[in-house]
Nanobody
Framework: QVQLVESGGGLVQAGDSLRLSCAAS????????MGWFRQAPGKEREFVAA????????YYSEPVRDRFTISRDNAKKTVHLQMNSLKPEDTAVYSC?????????????????WGQGTQVTVSS
């Protein structure tokens, strides 16, 4: 089992930055690839970013590429999502997820463990 707790969400203005964190506990964190997903009201959950177990590979969705950066610290069992140049359309609940398997990082079905999420609201 892996427990995930997100933090760092909040209300910001367009153009601002936020840094989300996901703290993991339980089994060996470095065995898991990690992803961030988001879900806006009335919309499907969508992939945001993912990072391999070693941190050597990262993946981003097109809407956030060049604005968001995912990173991880295996010693501290944390994964971060640095979000810059935020836009109102980035408003959503952001959740981190952990996967023990190799596969398409954007597929939510790849991930076994999910956090509760943290709200990010971007005003115009």
């Amino acid at each position: 089992q892996v427990q995930l707790v997100e933090s760092g969400g909040g209300l910001v203005q367009a153009g601002d930055s936020l840094r989300l964190s996901c703290a993991a506990s339980g089994r060996t964190f470095s065995n898991y690839s990690m992803g961030w997903f988001r879900q806006a009201p009335g919309k499907e959950r969508e992939f945001v970013a993912a990072i391999s177990w070693s941190g050597g590979s990262t993946y981003y969705s097109e809407p956030v590429r060049d604005r968001f950066t995912i990173s991880r610290d295996n010693a501290k069992k944390t994964v971060h999502l640095q979000m810059n140049s935020l836009k109102p359309e980035d408003t959503a609940v952001y959740s981190c997820a952990a996967s023990p398997r190799f596969g398409a990082p954007s597929a939510s079905t790849l991930y076994d463990y999910w956090g509760q999420g943290t709200q990010v609201t971007v005003s115009s």
